[in-house]
């Protein structure tokens, strides 16, 4: 069954989405493609590029870089996205009413990060105050919306938290506490997808004979697998960025990408074994992630030469290697020639966004990096399926084909879900500072 159009529009939402995916040998729906974990998938994908470009964007105002319009623009257009989801399950009276609450946080960010530029505390007290107006709003925007399902008290401590990952990621970035702010940035990478999982567990339970459970084992895996994936696409591009301009939070970009490099590898350990984790960390820190260095270094000379070097390393020959690593991996449930073929898309995209940005066409750039993050959702769609195909024991859950309508709305995993979320919230704002770096990299 073919991967096509992998974030294909979702409750007759309109997204962008490139007609490209993975191929997995399957007669029957693969147990990734329910109708709950693709509504999962689309809340995931949007909420985690809001708070990528978020933090990227603030990070762009507070270095005066050029481009900071571009991605103020380019989180605004995530924002617009988000609306037809809404009203599709909500109405369009829904759907403007939760854009215009969002539409607040995206000001208040942007207010926020400026006002720090500029030293006005006093503006800065004005920005939290418009996004924590965002978080009252909102949450109850969700607790009424969801009849409950999602309690008000419970999505607006989360969305706190959210707003406490974003703002302290910027805080230590400003004030030069880089190790402290890439570990934050990680955190809350993680903790977004939890929204994800409980507004789409919320909807679920609202809808029951329209969504089956979103929170499966195989919905967890395929959440956890595209996070990754779009955990390296935005790293990526902060970590080019950062090295071309030769800022002095290159390395600490450069090393959360090694944490996630090993995340991606102890993926792979657990289902292939220690020697192919190995195989392909090598493969991926060595063909892959050494190379995007090079090419932001080139870029940053003018030297031509090395520039299209490193881009045929990745668009091609890194593009092969990995694609057949994974087929093979799979044993051809990710078709190799078709592999390649999308390692090459996602690789031509991180490639295009990062030297449109080189060369000031920052609206073309950010334009290419949101294609970009949905082709890596397309990746971890066809991933996930593949490796649930393969190993289909460790992803059995008693789960009924429909919600059942029950007078809490659904089981005690889809009531609880936002109270976990905010449960490990408060666990990962306490585990940040206890992570330790490796030694890094001289510059």
Request: glycine share 8%.
């Amino acid at each position: 069954m073919k991967f096509g159009k992998i974030l294909a529009p979702i409750l007759g939402a309109t997204l962008l989405v490139p007609s490209m995916g993975m191929a997995v040998s399957a007669e029957e729906t693969s147990p990734v493609e329910t109708s709950g974990v693709e509504l999962r998938s689309t809340l995931d994908s949007l909420l985690s590029e809001h708070y990528a470009l978020a933090v990227d964007s603030m990070m762009k105002i507070y270095d005066g870089d050029a481009a900071a319009e571009a991605a103020m623009a380019a989180l605004d257009a995530n924002a617009a996205d988000m609306e037809p989801v809404i009203a599709s399950v909500y109405g369009e009276e829904g759907g403007a009413a939760f854009t215009d609450i969002f539409d607040k946080h995206n000001t208040g960010t942007d207010d926020y990060a400026m006002a720090v530029k500029d030293g006005d505390e006093e503006a800065q007290e004005e920005a939290l105050v418009e996004i924590q107006s965002f978080v009252d709003e909102m949450g109850a925007f969700l607790g009424t919306a969801t009849e409950g399902k999602l309690p008000e008290d419970g999505a607006t401590e989360a969305l706190r938290a959210h707003e406490d990952f974003v703002q302290n990621t910027f805080d230590l970035y400003a004030d030069g506490d880089y190790e402290a702010s890439y570990t934050s940035y990680l955190e809350g990478f993680k903790q977004i997808f939890g929204a994800g999982s409980a507004i789409s567990g919320a909807i679920a339970a609202q809808f029951p004979d329209q969504f089956t459970d979103p929170n499966t084992a195989a919905g967890d895996f395929r959440s956890t697998v595209s996070r990754i994936a779009a955990e390296h696409f935005a790293l990526a591009q902060l970590s080019m960025a950062k090295g071309y301009n030769g800022a002095a939070d290159f390395d600490f970009a450069d090393w959360a990408q090694d944490q996630n490099t090993e995340e991606f590898s102890a993926a792979i350990a657990s289902f292939y074994g220690d020697e192919a984790a190995t195989q392909f960390a090598t493969l991926w820190n060595n063909e892959h992630i050494s190379v995007q260095s090079d090419l932001a270094t080139a870029q940053a000379g003018g030297d031509e030469e090395q520039i299209q070097q490193a881009q045929s390393a990745l668009i091609e020959t890194f593009a092969t290697e990995l694609g057949t690593f994974l087929s093979t991996a799979t044993e051809d449930r990710l078709p190799q020639e078709e592999t390649i073929a999308n390692v090459a898309a996602h690789e031509q995209s991180v490639v295009d966004t990062f030297s449109q940005y080189a060369a000031g066409d920052f609206e073309a750039s950010y334009n290419t990096y949101r294609e970009g993050y949905t082709i890596v959702f397309a990746i971890g769609k066809g991933l996930s399926g593949a490796i649930v195909d393969q190993f289909p024991e460790n992803f059995e859950t008693a789960v009924p084909d429909k919600m059942p309508a029950t007078g809490l709305g659904g089981s005690a995993n889809q009531m609880n879900t936002m109270m976990i979320w905010v449960a490990l919230s408060t666990l990962i704002l306490l585990a940040a500072g206890t992570m330790t770096m490796r030694q890094r990299k001289q510059q």
